[in-house]
C-alpha cells in the first residue's frame, strides 16, 4: 500500500514537473541545518526533495515546510536510509536532480568517540553512496557539509584552509575521509563540487510559521531546563571552549551560495565562520543578556573528543563567494 502511494506520488510529482527551477536533493533535510537550508531554498526559488529517515531529524520541520510550500511540484519528502543504496538509486532514478546538497550524518563528537562505526558507516561509506548514485544518474554539482573538526586541534588560530587537517575524533576523521573521497572522485568527473567546512551553529528548531527559536530562548521559556557547560578546566582565559558561534540562518546562506557559484571540474573549499573565538561563558552571558531571564546553567565535566578552542577565518570565502556573518 505504501508502495503504490510512493509510485502515485512520484508520479504526481513527474506531472507536475515545473522546467527551468533548479531541482535539488538535500539529504538529511528533516535535521537542523538542513531543514533551515530546504526552507531557504524553496524561498528563492528552488525544488527540493528532502531524503532524510528520521532517526535524528524531526518530522515537525517537515511539516511545517509542507504547510508553507503546499504546491505540488516544491517540495517532496522521501523517507529513506542513505545506507541503503537500492532505495537511493531509485531516488536518483525517479528524480532528475540537478543538484545534491549532503547534510545527512551523525554529528556528535563524543558520541563519535563511543561509536565510532556508526560514524564511519553514516558518514563515510553514505557519502560514498551518494557520490555512486550521482555518477550512475549524472548529477553533476555536490554542495558537502563538512566541518572544523576535521582540522582538529590546530596550534596557531584562526583556522584557514591552509591549515593542515589532523581531526583527532572519529567524526572529524569521518568527515576528512569523506572530503577526500569526494575530491579523488572528482578529479576522474567534470563534477562541480563545493565543501564547507561549517563552524558551530548553536541549535535551533525550525517553528511554525517559520521562525526560528534557538537553546537560549527555549531555556529562558522554560521549554528546556537550561543550557550545560561541558568542561570548565580548559586552558582559555575562562575555562571554558571557545567556539565560533555562527547562526544557522548563516550557514545557510554560504549552502546557498556555494551552490549558485559551482563549477564543472572545479572543487571549493571554503570555511564557514565569523572568524570570532567565543567562550562558552560569554555565549552563555550573552544569551541571559539577550533573554533579560537568569537562565539556569549546569556546569558538567569534558565531553570526550573535544578541543579548547576552535574558530576559522572567513576571509576566503567573504572574497570568492561574497559571504559574510550576518547574525553574531
Ligand atoms: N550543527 C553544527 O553546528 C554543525 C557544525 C559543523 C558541521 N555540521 C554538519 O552539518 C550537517 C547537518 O548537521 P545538523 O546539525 O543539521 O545535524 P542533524 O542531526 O540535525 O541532521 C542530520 C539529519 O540527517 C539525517 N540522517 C542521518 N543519517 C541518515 C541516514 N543514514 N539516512 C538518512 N538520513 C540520515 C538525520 O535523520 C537528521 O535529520 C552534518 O553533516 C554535520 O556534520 C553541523
Ligand atoms: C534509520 O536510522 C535508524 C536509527 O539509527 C535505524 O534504526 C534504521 O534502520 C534506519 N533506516 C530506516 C530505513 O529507518
Ligand atoms: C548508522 O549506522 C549504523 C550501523 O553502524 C546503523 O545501525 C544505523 O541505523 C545508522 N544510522 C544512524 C543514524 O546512526
Ligand atoms: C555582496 O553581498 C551583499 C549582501 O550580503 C550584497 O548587498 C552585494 O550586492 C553583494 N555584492 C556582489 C558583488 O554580489
Redo the contacts with the bound molecule.
Keep these: 500500500m505504501f508502495f503504490f502511494r510512493r509510485i502515485l506520488l512520484s508520479l504526481l510529482w513527474f506531472s507536475r514537473h515545473e522546467t527551468g527551477v533548479t531541482h535539488v536533493l538535500v539529504?538529511?533535510?528533516?535535521?537542523?541545518?538542513?531543514s533551515h537550508a530546504a526552507l531557504r531554498l524553496l524561498k528563492d526559488p528552488y525544488r527540493v526533495t528532502i531524503?532524510?529517515?528520521?532517526?535524528?531529524?524531526?518530522m515537525g520541520a517537515v511539516k511545517i515546510l509542507q504547510k508553507l510550500f503546499p504546491e505540488p511540484g516544491r517540495l517532496q519528502f522521501i523517507y529513506?536510509?542513505?545506507?541503503d543504496a537500492k532505495s537511493v538509486n531509485k531516488i536518483f532514478a525517479e528524480n532528475a536532480f540537478d543538484a545534491v546538497i549532503?547534510?545527512?550524518?551523525?554529528?556528535y563528537v563524543g558520541e563519535s568517540t563511543l561509536e565510532p562505526l556508526r560514524y564511519y558507516h553514516?558518514?563515510t561509506s553514505?557519502t560514498l553512496v551518494i557520490l555512486e548514485a550521482m555518477a550512475a544518474h549524472h548529477v553533476k554539482t555536490l554542495i558537502y557539509?563538512?566541518?572544523?573538526?576535521t582540522y582538529g586541534e590546530p596550534l596557531k588560530m584562526p583556522i584557514t584552509e591552509q591549515t593542515p587537517q589532523m581531526p583527532i575524533n572519529p567524526?572529524g576523521k569521518a568527515?576528512k575521509m569523506s572530503e577526500d573521497i569526494i575530491i579523488d572522485f572528482s578529479k576522474t568527473t567534470n563534477m562541480a563540487v563545493m565543501i564547507l567546512r561549517?563552524?558551530?551553529?548553536p541549535?535551533a528548531e525550525l517553528r511554525e510559521h517559520g521562525r526560528i527559536s534557538g537553546a537560549c530562548f527555549d531555556a529562558a521559556r522554560g521549554i528546556i531546563p537550561g543550557l550545560k557547560v561541558r568542561g570548565t578546566d580548559y586552558k582559555t582565559a575562562d575555562g571554558t571552549c571557545i567556539r565560533d558561534y555562527i547562526d544557522v540562518t548563516d550557514l545557510v546562506d554560504a549552502h546557498v551560495l556555494a551552490l549558485a557559484n559551482a563549477k564543472p571540474g572545479k572543487v571549493g573549499i571554503y570555511n564557514v565562520g565569523t572568524g570570532k573565538g567565543r567562550s562558552v561563558k560569554e555565549f552563555v552571558e550573552a544569551c541571559k543578556k539577550a533573554t533579560g531571564v537568569d537562565i539556569k546553567v549546569e556546569y558538567l565535566s569534558r565531553r570526550p573528543g573535544d578541543y579548547a578552542e576552535v574558530y576559522s577565518d572567513p576571509t576566503k570565502i567573504r572574497r570568492e563567494l561574497n559571504w559574510t556573518a550576518k547574525v553574531y
Design positions: 539529504t538529511g533535510g528533516a535535521g537542523y541545518i538542513g531524503v532524510d529517515n528520521l532517526s535524528r531529524g524531526n529513506a536510509d542513505l545506507g549532503h547534510f545527512a550524518a551523525v554529528a553514516n558518514i553514505n557539509s563538512s566541518t572544523c573538526a567524526y568527515k561549517l563552524e558551530k551553529a541549535r
